[in-house]
């Protein structure tokens, strides 16, 4: 079941499918934390690895997406 998600949440939530829509793979940890699709500033910048992991694990724990721990762009939108 999926929980409703913050603002914030929600803004990465969306990156991750622009990102894959317009690239055919999903981001890196890094490539989030920069927030640019195609050239654009999609998100603001995030300098952290670690904030951008804390989203990313918040979207699992609520049945957004699925990723695969130690493995790069290992994330599937569910």
Request: proline content about 6%.
């Amino acid at each position: 079941m999926r929980a409703g998600l913050t603002p914030k949440q929600q803004q990465v939530f969306n990156f991750l499918r622009l990102f894959h829509k317009v690239n055919g793979y999903y981001p890196s940890v890094r490539e989030i934390g920069r927030g640019v699709v195609d050239g654009q500033q999609v998100l603001p910048e995030r300098s952290s690895p670690t904030s951008v992991q804390r989203y990313l694990d918040v979207l699992q724990e609520r049945g957004w997406i699925e990723k695969m721990p130690g493995r790069a762009r290992s994330l599937t939108i569910l």
